[in-house]
């Protein structure tokens, strides 16, 4: 489980996180998932409680990547402000996230999502992937290099953790409303 979080981890924080985060992440979350009681009793300041609808583990992974990583807001405007202040001053967007604000949710994750694809090309761009179960916020994301996400829908399914490209899974859902 351990080697499996570690490829997961080091993919969806697309070089964000240096290897020794990504190590201390995966072998927190496998000694999680192997032995919540022993995991909580050796961590006291942990705040998981078991009506939490994720695994400890899963909680482990999540509660422990940075805001550059994984990204939670309550809206599209703010989900794309958060994305563009991970990447610094030095990337440019011609998208803006105040253009989302009055925009329904499909149009805009549309907006964000050609956005993310025309960075890094020698990677694919990037695709934004909804990511586990959301405890505070309505969304909750990573963005990928799309010449991984094939890998990293491969590795999240065989850890139990929810994993879905954003926009597909909105299309989706609005279709079974």
């Known amino acids: 489980m351990k080697a499996l979080l570690e490829e997961l981890i080091a993919r969806i924080s697309s070089g964000c996180l240096p290897d020794a985060e990504i190590l201390r992440i995966a072998s927190e979350a496998a000694q999680a ?10 961590n006291p300041d942990v705040n998981y ?3 939490f609808p994720i695994p400890l ?6 509660g422990s ?3 550059t990583v994984l990204f939670q807001a309550d809206s599209y405007e703010e989900l794309f402000q958060r994305i563009t202040e991970s990447f610094g001053p030095q990337v440019q967007f011609a998208l ?3 253009q989302l604000a009055k925009t329904e949710p499909l149009k805009a994750l549309n907006r964000i999502q050609v956005q993310l694809s025309a960075l890094s090309p020698e990677t694919g761009g990037y695709t934004l992937v ?4 959301p405890l505070d916020d309505e969304l909750q994301t990573v963005l990928v290099y799309s010449s991984d996400l ?3 829908m491969e590795l999240a399914v065989e850890a139990g953790i929810y994993a879905a490209p954003s926009l597909e899974a909105l299309k989706a859902a609005q279709t079974e409303e």
């Open 49 to 51: 409680d078991d009506d």
């Open 130 to 133: 909804d990511f586990s179960e």
């Open 150 to 152: 094939t890998r990293v």
């Open 96 to 98: 803006k996230p105040k």
């Open 57 to 62: 583990g899963e909680w482990v992974v999540v």
């Open 65 to 67: 990547l940075p805001d």
């Open 33 to 42: 998932y192997a032995d919540p009681a022993a995991f909580l009793a050796a």
